[in-house]
Structures are given as structure tokens and as C-alpha cells.
């Protein structure tokens, strides 16, 4: 082999090594990652532990900050390359303002999105589960439905009860706006009293929350991907048809 095919082969590996590390250091800082080896470029989003909020959590939570994510989906949006986006989700809920602020943004992208709620998707994860274009709901996959809760001091006056009830119904108004589910039927499983022990709400489990008319569908990775591209391959053929 000649010196000229050595140096480009030590070259080529170089590029590949760093790639991977810079792969990898995204996942690590972020939660994210461009897929770019199949036909389709799609950028992946993992939403997991709690939503953390304008307060930072402690460094032993497992977290998902919004001044992360929400730069991250505006760039997507901007991006010439990425046809698409992934958001799998694992998550306990967390802060109310930065959870919908992600699912604005996510419903608001012009390019195909798909959701797939792995562990879980619970209290401020419905609406960012719904937020996508279309939803999947692993077989064990479970998510938690119930009214807003606040922590801290409270001033009992009917001023708060009234604040509440503005959070509570941004928070429902988003959910049935993106998912099949009706706002009379989605309040009577936020107060359900007989399901949870110490609190109010419901639990759907897989199946369940597709018959609600929450997620769309059940499936996992493999027809998340496959709805995905094939949305992304829609979307190509409308604008060629335009041009």
C-alpha cells in the first residue's frame, strides 16, 4: 500500500474516532443524537428523569433541562439537513411551565415528529407525549393522569384555587387539542379517586392509554422508526409536488 493510501486510511479513521466521540459526548451533555447512518436523518431526544424548572435539582436526580432541549428543537428547526424528529420519553413529570414550554415547541416544528413513551410518561409528560405528531406507547408503558399539584407556601385565599384552575386547564386544553381524547373524559380521570393511594388521578397502562384516545397507537422502536420515515417520505414527496 502506498504511503499516499495510509496517511488517507489514518485520516479517514481519525474523523471516524472523533465523530463517535462527539456522538457520544451529545448523548452524555444532552440526552440527543443525530442519527445520519440510515436513509432518513433523524434527530433523537430523550426525555427522561424530571422536567427540571427555573430551580436546579439535585445532582444526584436524573434530569431533563429545558435550556437544553429547547435551543436544541430551534436549531432542528432551522436545520437543512434533519427531516425529522424521535422523543422518547421516560419521565416522572416535573416543572409545569418548562414541560409545556417543550411541548410547544415540539408541536410547533414543521417537520414530521413521532413520540414513543418507554417506562413512562407521567403528570407534565401526557401533554409532551401528545405533542408530536403521532404517538406510541410501549405494551408496559404506563402514564399518569391527575391534577396540578404545587409545592411550597400557598397563600389559602381564592386567588390561588383560581391560578390553579388556569394552570390545570393550559394543561388540558394542550392534551385534548393533540390527542383523540375528549376534556370532559380527560378531567374525570384526573379525579378519579378510587385507582391511586394517595393521591387522585389515573394510571393507563399500554393498551389502555390507545383506547382513551390519548396515544395513538401501541408499538415500539421499530414502528416508531417505520412511522417516522414514512411520514418524512411523505412530507418529501408533498414538497416536490409543490416545487
Not at 431526544?45 to 432541549?69: M, R
Not at 380521570?189 to 392509554?209: F, I, N, R
Not at 417516522?228 to 417520505?233: G, N, Q, T
Request: hydrophobic share 35%.
Amino acid at each position: 500500500m502506498s504511503e499516499e493510501k495510509k496517511t488517507k486510511n489514518r485520516e479517514d479513521k481519525q474523523q471516524e474516532t472523533e465523530q463517535q466521540e462527539s456522538r457520544d459526548k451529545q448523548v452524555e451533555d444532552f440526552g440527543q443524537l443525530t442519527l445520519e447512518e440510515g436513509e432518513t436523518k433523524i434527530h433523537l431526544l430523550n426525555i427522561i428523569g424530571e422536567i427540571e424548572g427555573h430551580e436546579c435539582l439535585p445532582s444526584n436526580s436524573k434530569t431533563t433541562k429545558y435550556e437544553h432541549v429547547i435551543p436544541q428543537l430551534a436549531a432542528l428547526e432551522d436545520s437543512q439537513k434533519i427531516q425529522g424528529l424521535l422523543v422518547l420519553i421516560n419521565t416522572v413529570g416535573g416543572d409545569v411551565e418548562s414541560g409545556l414550554a417543550i411541548a410547544e415547541m415540539i408541536a410547533s416544528l414543521s417537520k414530521p415528529t413521532v413520540s414513543l413513551v418507554l417506562g413512562g410518561s407521567h403528570s407534565i409528560g401526557v401533554p409532551l407525549a401528545v405533542s408530536t405528531d403521532y404517538s406510541f406507547i410501549v405494551p408496559t408503558g404506563t402514564m399518569m393522569i391527575h391534577p396540578v399539584r404545587m409545592n411550597g407556601l400557598i397563600i389559602g385565599v381564592a386567588q390561588t384555587f383560581d391560578y390553579f384552575q388556569k394552570i390545570q386547564d393550559r394543561i388540558s386544553g394542550f392534551i385534548t387539542a393533540h390527542s383523540r381524547i375528549s376534556e370532559q373524559r380527560l378531567l374525570k380521570l384526573m379525579l378519579e379517586t378510587g385507582e391511586l393511594t394517595k393521591d387522585v388521578g389515573s394510571v393507563l397502562v399500554g393498551k389502555q392509554a390507545v383506547e382513551e384516545g390519548v396515544i395513538n397507537e401501541v408499538g415500539g422502536i421499530q414502528e416508531a422508526f417505520a412511522k417516522l420515515r414514512e411520514m418524512i417520505l411523505q412530507a418529501e414527496e408533498k414538497r416536490q409536488s409543490k416545487d
